[in-house]
Antibody, heavy 120, light 107 residues
Framework: EVQLVESGGGLVQPGGSLRLSCAAS????????MSWVRQAPGKGLEWVAN????????YYVDSVKGRFTISRDNAKNSLYLQMNSLRAEDTAVYYC?????????????WGQGTLVTVSS | DIQMTQSPSTLSASVGDRVTITCRAS??????LAWYQQKPGKAPKLLIY???SLESGVPSRFSGSGSGTEFTLTISSLQPDDFATYYC?????????FGPGTKVDIK
């Protein structure tokens, strides 16, 4: 059974940093593109970033470029999102999602999400 | 960047109704479009991929169509479990975009 379990969310002050993790199981993690998607309270879904199987390609939504870094550790079956210079507008539930063998693939499995709150 | 729009933003319907949601892309995305269902407090669930392919385990009352810039999601006979918010998503490029969502509620 495919499982994605996010962790690392919490309350952080504006300008602070946080590192999210996503533990994957039930599939060959190293064979799939992976993404982070967020959802602000009461709002819609926003794709944040994705990463190729070997980590050689990474893409970001404009609003997080230069502040967030996506990475993965295939030996640990884990996906990460390092978030720096956090702003109030980064407050959201962050989901880890599995893509496919190619970047042009839908997100077929999602974690339960972890809440990040940026507030003083 | 590719922008996605959806209409309507809210749809009130009754059990048994046929429901259609429209999604438009700001430029051609071929058939690289997915539809997701999300219920409050839950993660999104993939329903349709490549515009018209039904994800495994999804009831056949859900169907998708379209290509290029205009797409539709149809629920042939709305069931109580289908009251939720629906999002389209383009994955044509390396960066993805979601539509703003369509909430289907009880009439």
């Amino acid at each position: 059974e495919v499982q994605l379990v996010e962790s690392g969310g919490g309350l952080v002050q504006p300008g602070g940093s946080l590192r999210l993790s996503c533990a994957a199981s039930g599939f060959t993690f190293s064979s799939y593109w992976m993404s982070w998607v967020r959802q602000a309270p009461g709002k819609g879904l926003e794709w944040v970033a994705n990463i190729k199987q070997d980590g050689s390609e990474k893409y970001y939504v404009d609003s997080v470029k230069g502040r967030f870094t996506i990475s993965r550790d295939n030996a640990k079956n884990s996906l990460y999102l390092q978030m720096n210079s956090l702003r109030a507008e980064d407050t959201a539930v962050y989901y880890c999602a599995r893509g496919g063998w190619y970047s042009s693939s839908p997100l077929d499995y999602w974690g339960q999400g972890t809440l990040v709150t940026v507030s003083s | 960047d590719i922008q996605m729009t959806q209409s309507p933003s809210t749809l009130s319907a009754s059990v048994g109704d046929r429901v259609t949601i429209t999604c438009r892309a700001s430029q051609s995305i071929s058939s690289w479009l997915a539809w997701y269902q999300q219920k409050p407090g839950k993660a999104p669930k993939l329903l349709i991929y490549k515009a018209s392919s039904l994800e495994s385990g999804v009831p056949s009352r859900f169907s998708g169509s379209g290509s290029g810039t205009e797409f539709t999601l149809t629920i042939s006979s709305l069931q109580p479990d289908d009251f939720a918010t629906y999002y389209c998503q383009q994955y044509n490029s390396y960066s993805y975009t979601f539509g703003p969502g369509t909430k289907v509620d009880i009439k």
